[in-house]
């Protein structure tokens, strides 16, 4: 049960945007779409809505073949980004106006529509009209919009994009709630990793045309299986290496033991990611110097709660280390390696 593709395709003029994708959505699930700018994002959420016609495979909603169903036929709705609401209708009018609510007797229909309010937390401003409302509070109105359909999954291309940073950040815990509550099907598009990071039960990577990895948000983050996802997704090195025998790879003429992921044959090249708080930063020559690389500081920059690091190994490295750490531009400092924090990437 649930929304299935099956090897869906999409041709642009001969040009194949999205390569036959397979994926299967279950009902209730919070889905996100990630991914660069024109990765085929808009592209799957548009096919799944049926806005635009696969060029090859089917789309199967609840085992029904739904690739031929208009838009207006499928049980989806969409949120835009930019709101369309009515300016001369008030907050309660814009939610209510849908045809599928106004199929409904008075009564029914007026219960829905409050209870679609509270669940968005308007019910004390379903007097206003649109130009009195605050660009989060407008959002709300469009997603009510929605949810009093009653669709059986809802569509949301980048609904966040036009907040500021943390009227979105609000708006991602909020709109993950109101999925739980509502436990309609939600597919998320956003370019934003920490986005989906937030709001997703499984992340959809997606670059150029094709699918590169799908997994919950610890998949993605802590298990990237591509150097793509890795660059991607949450603050990582991807550094390049040469395998040696052993779990172990040659960088910079020395050793690192890698501790999880994949390992190429003994004298092949690879690459491994490791995470920006995963490396540790001593100015002191470690007595120790297992899986250390001498560098230099080329910049830093204090966040607040860390400070960053542009470390110069013979690759460059990001680090970051607790703001009290400090190491000035020029300086020589000698990077740590956790080998259980090192993952091994081969393609
Ligand atoms: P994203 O949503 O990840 O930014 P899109 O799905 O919008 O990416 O676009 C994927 C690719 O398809 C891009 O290269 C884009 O230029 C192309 N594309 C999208 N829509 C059309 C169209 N109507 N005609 C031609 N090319 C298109």
Redesign the pocket.
């Known amino acids: 049960m649930g929304l299935e593709l099956r090897d869906v395709s999409k041709r642009?003029?001969g040009?194949e945007?999205?390569h036959p994708t397979s994926l299967d959505v279950a009902n209730g699930e919070f889905l996100t779409l990630l991914?660069?700018?024109?990765?085929?994002?808009?592209?799957?959420l548009r096919l799944i809505g049926g806005f635009s016609q696969v060029s090859g495979g089917s789309i199967l909603f609840d085992g029904a073949d739904i690739t031929a169903l208009a838009a207006n036929r499928r049980p989806f709705n969409t949120v835009f980004q930019d709101y369309a609401l009515f300016p001369h209708m008030t907050v309660i009018e814009n939610v209510g106006y849908g045809p599928l609510v106004q199929r409904r007797t008075d009564a029914a229909a007026r219960r829905l529509i409050d209870e679609t309010i509270e669940i968005v937390g308007l019910a004390e401003l379903r007097g206003r009209y649109p130009e009195q409302l605050s660009g989060g509070q407008k959002q709300r109105v469009a997603l009510a919009r929605t949810i009093v359909c009653e669709p059986k999954v809802i569509l949301l291309d980048e609904p966040l994009a036009a907040l500021d940073a943390s009227l979105r950040r609000q708006m991602q815990v909020f709109l993950k709630q109101i999925q739980r509550r509502i436990r309609t099907t939600f597919i998320f598009?956003t370019?934003d990793q920490d986005e989906a990071i937030t709001m997703a039960d499984r992340i959809v990577v997606?670059n150029a045309?094709r699918i590169e990895q799908i997994g919950t948000p610890e998949d993605v983050y802590d298990r990237p299986n591509s150097k793509f996802v890795a660059r991607f997704i949450g603050a990582s090195n991807v550094l390049d290496a040469r395998s040696v025998a052993d779990r172990q790879v040659e960088v910079a003429g020395r050793r690192i033991a890698i501790g999880q992921g994949e390992v190429a044959a003994p004298g092949e090249a690879m690459s491994f990611c490791v995470k920006t708080h995963d490396l540790e930063l001593t100015t002191q020559a470690p007595a120790d110097a297992a899986n250390t690389l001498p560098g230099v500081v080329r910049g830093q920059a204090y966040l607040g709660s860390h400070r960053d690091y542009l470390v110069d190994v013979g690759q460059e490295l990001l680090v970051a280390m607790p703001p009290e750490f400090n190491a000035p531009v020029g300086s020589t400092v000698h990077v740590r390696f956790a080998a259980d924090r090192c993952r091994g990437l081969i393609h």
């Open positions: 642009y003029a040009i945007v999205l991914g660069p700018s024109g990765s085929g994002k808009t592209t799957v598009v370019h997606m045309g």
